[in-house]
C-alpha cells in the first residue's frame, strides 16, 4: 500500500510540473586536498553537474545532485589528477516569497575520489542557502553550501582530503 501511495505521489508530482531536471555549476571556495610536505595542489576551480528536484507542497522539496570536480596535485616527479564526485541527497525548504525564494537545504553527501589518489568513498553532511529565481520558465538558484565530511582518509603521508568544504553553485532546472 505504501509503495502505491508513493507511486501516485511521483506520478501526480510529474503531470504537476513538480519535478525539476537541470544542472548546478559553480567554483569551490576551499581546497578540495589539503597537500603539505612533498606534495603540491594545484586546485581546479569549476565544479558542475546534472540536478534532479522534487517540489512538494508547502515550499518543501528533494534535491539530488551529481557533482563533479577534477582535482590535481603533483610531486616533484609527477603530476597526477583524479576525478571527485559529490552525491547530494538534500531536503529543501522554500519560503513563500513571490520573486525570490529564499531557501535552506540540509542532508547527507556521499563522495568518491578517483583511484589515482587512493581515497576510499566518504560520507558528509551539507548545509546550504541561496535563492530560487523562476524566470519564464527556468529555476535559476544561486546558493552557498557548506559540507562536512567524516574522514580525511589518505594513505600517502603528507596529502589529506579536506573535511570542510564550501561551494558557490548556481542551479539551472526546468
Known amino acids: 500500500m505504501r509503495l502505491l501511495s508513493l507511486l501516485f505521489l ?45 517540489r512538494l507542497p508547502l515550499g518543501v522539496g528533494f534535491e539530488f545532485d551529481a557533482l563533479y570536480r577534477k582535482v590535481t596535485y603533483s610531486t616533484s616527479a609527477q603530476e597526477i589528477s583524479a576525478s571527485s564526485w ?14 525570490a525564494r529564499p531557501f535552506f537545504t540540509a542532508g547527507p553527501v556521499f563522495h568518491s575520489l578517483g583511484s589515482a589518489l587512493s581515497f576510499g568513498p566518504d560520507r558528509g553532511f551539507a548545509l546550504g ?17 557548506y559540507t562536512r565530511f567524516g574522514s580525511s582518509r589518505s594513505p600517502l603521508a603528507g596529502l589529506d582530503f579536506n573535511k570542510n568544504q564550501v561551494d558557490f553553485l548556481v542551479g539551472f532546472t526546468f
Open 10 to 54: 511521483l506520478v501526480s508530482s510529474v503531470y504537476a510540473g513538480a519535478i525539476g531536471v537541470g544542472f548546478r555549476a559553480g567554483v569551490p571556495l576551499t581546497d578540495a586536498l589539503d597537500a603539505r610536505g612533498l606534495f603540491s595542489h594545484k586546485p581546479k576551480r569549476f565544479t558542475a553537474g546534472p540536478s534532479l528536484e522534487l
Open 129 to 145: 542557502g541561496g535563492l530560487d529565481l523562476k524566470v519564464i520558465k527556468v529555476h535559476v538558484s544561486p546558493e552557498l553550501r
Open 86 to 99: 559529490q552525491f547530494p541527497l538534500l531536503f529543501k525548504y522554500r519560503m513563500p516569497m513571490v520573486l
